[in-house]
């Protein structure tokens, strides 16, 4: 014989519906307990971002005294020029062209170092005024063969004996200086 009972049928009293089987278990979630505990989780959060916020106005204070400048009339200097004008000269970054419209970084366009180094090839090869009209500038190629042997050289133009020999063991690579090893 089983000791299992059927279900009961719903009894109806005063209109509702009531099961006597079924009812409220006491070990349930406690409600109150996790609204405490999200209440509290809540408050710890806050009371770290205000640590941290505390921390950083400590450090934002802390660096903005040590980065004040002790030229005050540079500081004003610096607060009446423009975005434009605090820039250093252009060509601010080797190797990368113009900022306009037309420039992109996926173009082959020569940067400012290709522009500059075509800008002196031009200067070193060619005829120009400098200072004014106190001196003349002329072509390398040309000043080289008017300077040829007319400069004072050594007549001994042997190398230092020291700068080709092979290192000894000893030395660990080190070369000598005139003396003995």
């Known amino acids: 014989?089983?000791?299992a009972r059927a279900p009961s049928p719903p009894h109806a009293v005063d209109g509702e519906l009531r099961n006597p089987d079924v009812r409220h278990e006491r070990t349930?979630?406690?409600t109150r307990a996790v609204l405490w505990f999200v209440v509290a989780l809540a408050a710890?959060?806050?009371v770290a971002m205000g640590v941290l916020w505390g921390v950083f106005w400590l450090f934002f204070g802390v660096e903005a005294s040590q980065k004040r400048s002790s030229y005050p009339l540079l500081v004003e200097?610096?607060?009446r020029e423009t975005p434009a004008q605090r820039l250093p000269p252009s060509p601010r970054l080797e190797g990368v062209g113009g900022t306009g419209p037309e420039h992109s970084v996926g173009r082959n366009k020569p940067g400012a170092a290709v522009v500059q180094a075509q800008a002196e090839a031009v200067a070193l090869s060619s005829y120009a005024?400098?200072?004014g009209e106190k001196a003349a500038r002329i072509p390398i190629r040309d000043a080289?063969?008017?300077l040829a042997g007319k400069?004072?050289?050594r007549q001994d133009a042997r190398p230092a004996r020291e700068f080709f020999e092979e290192p000894s063991r000893s030395s660990s690579g080190r070369r000598s200086r005139g003396g003995e090893e």
Do not use: H, K, N
């Open 1 to 3: 014989m089983s000791d």
């Open 28 to 30: 349930d979630v406690d």
């Open 44 to 46: 710890g959060i806050g």
């Open 77 to 79: 200097q610096r607060e």
């Open 129 to 131: 005024w400098r200072d």
């Open 144 to 146: 080289m063969t008017r």
């Open 151 to 153: 400069l004072p050289a």
